[in-house]
């Protein structure tokens, strides 16, 4: 199973869209600062995922955001 997710950041009040194969760990690894895209935005609120069972279809996805 393929996710997209949508977090909010609480500093600058802005939405980062990812992808992932495992939805429970990843925004975990945002908020203790892993991903370097989002450690200074901490912290991070997950508002959205979307499940797919294609990878393709959830890479679209992820750059529809």
Do not use: C, W
């Not at 909010?8 to 869209?17: M, R």
């Not at 200074?40 to 797919?52: M, V």
């Amino acid at each position: 199973m393929y996710y997209v997710y949508v977090l909010f950041s609480k500093v600058d009040k802005k939405l980062y869209a990812g992808f992932t194969e495992n939805i429970r760990k990843r925004p975990e690894q945002h908020n203790r600062g892993d991903v370097p895209s989002t450690k200074k935005r901490r912290p991070l609120k997950l508002i959205l995922f979307e499940s797919f069972m294609n990878k393709g279809n959830a890479l679209r996805r992820e750059k529809y955001f």
